[in-house]
């Protein structure tokens, strides 16, 4: 699997360089020099990516680039060996951090992990996506039977509730399987915990 690497820093002889290398080892490669520049010019999610990213810079730094860019892995590089930007770098969500001069293998190393995790967390994007508009498409007593059955009511309970009849409800309930693209009550339940449908009225308005 291959992807595509944004590589941003000031220094013209690195990027140029490292996107050399990249593109023998089968990269699409795109440089910028600034922080700003990336910014400008912000990548669609259309291939698996990363962003190898000098952690010091003129204007806007290292740091503050990967608080605005959470969906992208980070790998940082620098000139000076630094621990605790090191370490804040790691807690803030990067995927490595670099010694320049960086050998082949160990850029290469660190940008296939960055680009496997980017694509595992596009996959789980593309899932969750798709979950939210099953559940967009459902119609109003749909959703309401849906909140019923993912809490656990029974269809007695849930008739109860909304004030129609069990065989109303097993109809509803049939439906909203069929429009979630689920086999079972477990895999509903599994769907609806992973978009936060689980969370009560008062956290979902959180």
């Known amino acids: 699997m291959q992807g595509l690497v944004h590589i941003v820093d000031d220094e013209a002889s690195f990027r140029t360089a490292t996107e050399r290398r990249l593109k023998l080892a089968g990269y699409e ?3 910028y020099a600034s922080a700003q520049h990336l ?3 912000l990548p669609s999610e259309g291939l698996p990516s990363c962003v190898l990213l000098d952690a010091r810079m003129p204007g806007l730094s290292g740091p503050k680039l990967q608080s605005l860019l959470s969906e992208l892995p980070i790998i940082f590089i620098s000139r000076h060996p630094d ?3 090191t370490v804040l770098a790691i807690k803030g969500g990067a995927d490595d951090f670099l010694i320049k001069p960086v050998g082949s293998d160990t850029l290469l190393e660190a940008v296939a992990r960055a680009i496997a995790r980017h694509e595992v967390s596009r996959g789980l994007k593309i899932k969750l996506d798709m979950v939210r508009a099953h559940v967009a498409a459902l119609t109003p007593r749909e ?3 849906f909140d019923c059955v993912v809490r656990g009511d029974t269809n007695k309970h849930a008739a109860r509730s909304l004030g129609c009849t069990e065989r109303t409800i097993k109809a509803h309930r049939h439906m909203v399987m069929e429009k979630m693209q689920v086999q079972s009550l477990a895999e509903l339940v599994s769907v609806a915990e992973r978009i936060g449908a689980l969370a009560s ?4 308005t959180l």
């Open 39 to 41: 910014l400008d010019h």
């Open 83 to 85: 621990i605790a930007a």
């Open 201 to 204: 009225p008062a956290e979902q």
């Open 143 to 145: 959703r309401q039977v």
């Open 29 to 31: 490669v795109a440089t």
